[in-house]
């Protein structure tokens, strides 16, 4: 079943995941940091890959699921690096801490600090069961690039189709 379904189920995930984010944003106000908003983009390229794929009518094509599996080692490589920073193992990116340009004038820097929130990557915004939602993206898109990459195996193995 779940090979039958792979296409709806990597697309489900994505939207589960894309939402649950956006409502964390925007209904319970957790401003999201860089890193977090990076996490964010391998659902949107999924999500828009599916709906190219349905409007194309190529379901059965391997470039769809070769695209996720290239997704979502993008995705694995900024949500580890979030973990990593999040338990101080790695250093963020020079944007993640504060996000304030350099200014000579008190003014323009008291107005950028008035202005924006500042989000620390280091810190975690909310966790469920101990783990953060660094970390419970990095299984999520870690799920997704295993159960891709049985799903490919399975289905364009080349040795299967020659013996055929």
Same mark, same amino acid.
């Given at each position: 079943?779940?090979?039958?379904?792979?296409?709806?189920?990597?697309?489900?995930?994505?939207?589960?995941?894309?939402?649950?984010?956006?409502?964390?944003?925007?209904?319970?106000?957790?401003?999201?940091?860089?890193?977090?908003?990076?996490?964010?983009?391998?659902?949107?390229?999924?999500?828009?890959?599916?709906?190219?794929?349905? =409007?194309?009518?190529?379901?059965?094509?391997?470039?769809?699921?070769?695209?996720?599996?290239?997704?979502?080692?993008?995705?694995?490589?900024?949500?580890?690096?979030?973990?990593?920073?999040?338990?101080?193992?790695?250093?963020?990116?020079?944007?993640?801490?504060?996000?304030?340009?350099?200014?000579?004038?008190?003014?323009?820097?008291?107005?950028?600090?008035?202005?924006?929130?500042?989000?620390?990557?280091?810190?975690?915004?909310?966790? =469920?069961?101990?783990?953060?939602?660094?970390?419970?993206?990095?299984?999520?898109?870690?799920?997704?690039?295993?159960?891709?990459?049985?799903?490919?195996?399975?289905?364009?193995?080349?040795?299967?189709?020659?013996?055929?």
């Amino acid at each position: 079943m779940l090979q039958k379904y792979w296409f709806y189920i990597v697309t489900l995930f994505s939207v589960i995941a894309l939402a649950s984010a956006l409502i964390a944003e925007f209904y319970f106000n957790l401003a999201p940091c860089e890193m977090c908003l990076k996490q964010r983009e391998p659902y949107y390229f999924i999500i828009l890959g599916f709906i190219f794929i349905i =409007i194309l009518r190529w379901q059965n094509h391997i470039w769809f699921y070769l695209g996720v599996q290239l997704i979502s080692i993008y995705g694995l490589f900024y949500s580890v690096w979030h973990v990593g920073i999040e338990n101080q193992l790695l250093s963020g990116p020079e944007g993640c801490s504060s996000g304030l340009n350099m200014t000579n004038n008190v003014s323009s820097l008291k107005e950028q600090i008035l202005s924006k929130p500042i989000i620390n990557c280091e810190d975690i915004s909310w966790s =469920i069961f101990g783990l953060s939602a660094a970390t419970i993206n990095s299984l999520l898109l870690f799920l997704i690039f295993i159960l891709n990459a049985i799903y490919i195996f399975n289905n364009y193995d080349t040795k299967k189709e020659n013996n055929n």
